[in-house]
């Protein structure tokens, strides 16, 4: 039953997270790569449904990234980036319920994994864009900036999540 609703709220927050990381932070031209406000919707997603809920949440917000404007990469290469962000992080949830720093660690590790495997799959798919040692001044910016922003949006995506699921009786 509540499975449409959660459905519905993963829907609108990845969408939102596509338009602030376009229209925000993607044009701020910061040092390194700009914060991914994508990746940090996933991850707290992935700390409330686990691995396989992340994975999917991932996958399919990557692809909504892969296909909506401004892309300028292969369709599908970001969504095998936050299917396994998602399923990494999905890891940590009974780890990181209640705790923030293991929720931040997580983030960390997604932030990290996601930079270097967008690179790496640039390198095999020949993008220009995507060198190694492009990608590699880019990582400590990348975990930097989500750290910093995670604070401020996966408790609030995971308060959300959370009141969308069901509600269990005992007879």
Same mark, same amino acid.
Not at 37 to 66: E, N, R, S
Not at 69 to 76: K, S, T, V, Y
Not at 79 to 102: H, I, N, T
């Given at each position: 039953?509540?499975?449409?609703?959660?459905?519905? $709220?993963?829907?609108?927050?990845?969408?939102?997270?596509?338009?602030?990381?376009?229209?925000?932070?993607?044009?701020?031209?910061?040092?390194?790569?700009?914060?991914?406000?994508?990746?940090?919707?996933? =991850?707290?997603? =992935?700390?409330?449904?686990?691995?396989?809920?992340?994975?999917?949440?991932?996958?399919?917000?990557?692809?909504?990234?892969?296909?909506?404007?401004?892309?300028?990469?292969?369709?599908?290469?970001?969504?095998?980036?936050?299917?396994?962000?998602?399923?990494?992080?999905? $890891?940590?949830?009974?780890?990181?319920?209640?705790?923030?720093?293991?929720?931040?660690?997580?983030?960390?590790?997604?932030?990290?994994?996601?930079?270097?495997?967008?690179?790496?799959?640039?390198?095999?798919?020949?993008?220009?864009?995507?060198?190694?040692? =492009?990608?590699?001044?880019?990582?400590?910016?990348?975990?930097?900036?989500?750290?910093?922003? =995670?604070?401020?949006?996966?408790?609030?995506?995971?308060?959300?999540?959370?009141?969308?699921?069901?509600?269990?009786?005992?007879?």
């Amino acid at each position: 039953m509540a499975k449409a609703p959660r459905a519905a $709220l993963i829907t609108v927050l990845v969408l939102l997270a596509c338009i602030v990381d376009a229209v925000l932070f993607d044009p701020m031209n910061l040092p390194g790569a700009p914060p991914n406000v994508l990746l940090l919707i996933v =991850a707290a997603i =992935a700390l409330v449904l686990g691995p396989v809920g992340g994975a999917l949440t991932g996958f399919f917000a990557g692809l909504a990234a892969d296909v909506l404007p401004p892309a300028d990469h292969l369709i599908g290469r970001y969504a095998l980036v936050l299917c396994l962000a998602g399923y990494l992080v999905g $890891l940590f949830r009974d780890e990181a319920r209640d705790s923030v720093p293991l929720a931040l660690i997580a983030v960390a590790s997604a932030a990290a994994l996601a930079t270097i495997l967008y690179g790496a799959l640039g390198g095999l798919l020949s993008d220009g864009s995507a060198s190694g040692g =492009a990608v590699m001044a880019s990582l400590p910016f990348a975990i930097v900036y989500d750290v910093l922003l =995670a604070p401020f949006i996966v408790p609030w995506v995971m308060k959300l999540a959370r009141r969308t699921e069901p509600k269990t009786t005992r007879l």
